[in-house]
């Protein structure tokens, strides 16, 4: 089932004035941190996957805004400066992690995961026609990398907010699973939508785009699955393993 149209319909009526990051005014973040903490083991027993998680937000946020005791949108000169970026991570979900990257660890991982035909498709790059290594998204500042691990530490993978603008409050979406007995078990799905739900809470995403190959089928159902639109077809864009491909342009977007 998808669930972030509706999370993109009614997440984003937090926000008033289109620019500033929404952050929640006056209840200290520990609080909310115990609070989240109760609710998840109990969630945990009821046997919560992410998309009920994203579907009870929705319920909760629908109800604050109906005006059961939700404090009013900040004003403009009140609304916060964003937190450190990983401030967030570790992110949890049931099955999946996303950590930051550690440099030295993982920069030999990255190396293997990137380098095999799995990882030419995360590092294909239509959009920009700019043909990114593992050095040069790791180095950027402007690329937000999470690195996905089971809940135990054990590395799966990568997702990245590409060309972060907090500005545009834009970024664009890439995930891989590198370890390749370990994909089409729905680590994918799972890690993105815990990506995106962190792209748009934390960073104060509005939009996030993939370009992606038309064949690459599991890639496009993850996106539409979780709410992205097709916005366009780019024909012959990319040449990729000797044919040129289609790219579907794909966005999810907070209104
Ligand atoms: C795209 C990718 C991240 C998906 O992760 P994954 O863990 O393999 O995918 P999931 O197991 O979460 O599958 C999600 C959906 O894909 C589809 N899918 C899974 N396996 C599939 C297969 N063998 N064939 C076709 N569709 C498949 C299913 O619709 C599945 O949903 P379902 O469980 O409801 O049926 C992973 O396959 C990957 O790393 N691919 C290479 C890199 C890449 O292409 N990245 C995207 C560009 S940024």
Known sequence: MSTAPRFAATYPRLSTDGRKTVDPEGIPQCTLEVLASGFHKEAAAY????????????????????????PAPAPASRVHEPRPLRAEMPLDAARVRIRAPRRDEDAPRLERWLGDRAGRHFLVSPATARALDSRALVADPRHILGVITTPEDRPLGLTAFLDYDPRQRKAELRKLIGEPDMRGRGFGREATALWIAYGIGTLG????????????????????????????????????????????RMGLWVE
Do not use: P, S
Request: hydrophobic share 45%.
């Open 205 to 248: 995403l509005r939009k996030i785009v993939v370009n992606t190959l038309e064949n690459n089928i599991r890639n496009v159902q993850i996106n539409e699955q979780l709410g992205f639109k097709v916005e366009g077809v780019l024909r012959n864009e990319v040449f990729f393993d000797g044919q040129y491909h289609d790219v579907l």
């Open 47 to 70: 046997g919560f996957r992410l998309q009920d998680y994203l579907r009870f937000v929705n319920v909760l946020l629908e109800r604050a805004m109906d005006g059961e005791g939700a």
